[in-house]
């Protein structure tokens, strides 16, 4: 949410500007600080997770997706997090089978 409102223009300016780009500093940093935060905390949340939280660990990742699109290479960069999720994890059948009906 943040990044899209740093991308949007600067309230209070009475001419439109265009939005800042994501793939051009300071978003740049901002957007692959928060995909590197993602995993990290992807990876930390599954460590530990019980089977009543994987729907809310799905909303994170829905919510991850949408950040990751962001970055012009962000839905490789998903997709290899999701790849790397069902190899890691697949102890979890439960949540990998969530993980696949929603991710593929």
């Known amino acids: 949410d943040i990044l899209r409102r740093c991308s949007m223009s600067a309230p209070g300016k009475s001419k439109p500007s265009r939005p800042l780009s994501y793939d051009r500093s300071p978003l ?6 928060a995909l590197a935060a993602f995993v990290t905390t ?3 949340r599954l460590t530990s997770i019980s089977p009543r939280h994987y729907a809310e660990f799905i909303d994170f990742l829905t919510k991850a997706r ?11 960069q998903f997709s290899q997090l999701i790849e790397n999720i069902k190899t890691a994890y697949k102890g979890k059948k439960k ?10």
């Open 28 to 33: 740049r940093q901002l957007l692959e600080s």
């Open 42 to 44: 992807t990876h930390s």
């Open 66 to 76: 949408e950040t990751f699109l962001l970055a012009s290479d962000g839905h490789i």
């Open 95 to 104: 949540l990998i089978a969530l993980v696949k009906d929603r991710f593929g």
